[in-house]
């Protein structure tokens, strides 16, 4: 049996899960240096890049039911990035088996609220649909953009760990002291 398939609506965005209609839009996102500036500084080159990344994001909606959402503008069409939450069975930084929430932007959309519009979407859907306790987020240092869209949304620091030898911020937002 087809499961029923995640479809969030905020004031500007539908959220739904990306698929290969997403291969333009997701180039354009991921080829731009700077928004790969603090992501590993690895920008994509190729469209076959772009293709294994939506095949990598299909696997995780049929093992999790849950990955990072195509985020398209209701009167445009446009994906305009992507949000969502990631599912993690392997550990890191000594937690296992835990949603981590992340976010990805075209560069002409910046500073414009998507991100903590989007990302309060996919915080109520974890904490009132898959009743989690903890969601979890982690960026660059000096990630501030990202981490002022954390802070708008709740999320307080925990610490600095080394992910495979750089330094990232860890931070939490617990579902008693969501909204608060
Ligand atoms: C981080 C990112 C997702 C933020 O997206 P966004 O839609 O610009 O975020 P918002 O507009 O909701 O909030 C960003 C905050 O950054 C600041 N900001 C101001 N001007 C900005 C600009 N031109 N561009 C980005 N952020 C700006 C503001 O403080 C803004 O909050 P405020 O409007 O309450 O003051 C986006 O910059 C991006 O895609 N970066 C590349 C990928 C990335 O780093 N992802 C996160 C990995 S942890």
């Known amino acids: 049996m087809a499961s029923i398939k995640p479809h969030i609506e905020t004031k500007r965005f539908?959220?739904?899960?990306?698929?290969?209609?997403?291969?333009?839009?997701?180039?354009?996102?991921?080829?731009?240096?700077?928004?790969?500036?603090?992501?590993?500084n690895n920008?994509?080159?190729?469209?076959?890049?772009?293709?294994?990344?939506i095949a990598f994001l299909k696997k995780q909606y049929t093992e999790n039911g849950i990955a990072r959402?195509?985020?398209?503008d209701k009167v445009s069409s446009e994906c305009v990035g992507w949000c969502g939450l990631k599912y993690?069975?392997?550990?890191?930084?000594?937690?296992?088996?835990?949603?981590?929430?992340?976010?990805?932007?075209k560069k002409k959309h910046w500073g414009k609220g998507y991100a903590t519009e989007a990302a309060s979407a996919v915080v109520?859907?974890?904490?009132?649909?898959l009743a989690v306790d903890?969601?979890?987020?982690?960026?660059?240092?000096?990630?501030v953009n990202?981490?002022?869209?954390?802070s708008k949304l709740g999320f307080h620091y925990v610490e600095q760990f080394d992910y495979d030898g750089d330094p990232t911020d860890w931070f939490e937002l617990k579902w008693a002291d969501w909204g608060r």
């Open 134 to 143: 903890m969601i979890y987020a982690i960026t660059h240092p000096d990630n």
């Open 124 to 129: 109520e859907y974890g904490f009132k649909h």
């Open 43 to 53: 920008p994509v080159k190729s469209m076959d890049e772009i293709r294994h990344a």
């Open 14 to 40: 539908i959220l739904r899960e990306l698929d290969d209609l997403d291969e333009a839009d997701l180039f354009e996102m991921d080829s731009d240096p700077e928004v790969h500036v603090y992501i590993e």
């Open 69 to 72: 959402w195509a985020v398209v």
């Open 88 to 105: 993690f069975r392997e550990p890191l930084n000594n937690h296992v088996n835990f949603y981590e929430l992340g976010y990805r932007f």
């Open 146 to 150: 990202s981490k002022h869209v954390l």
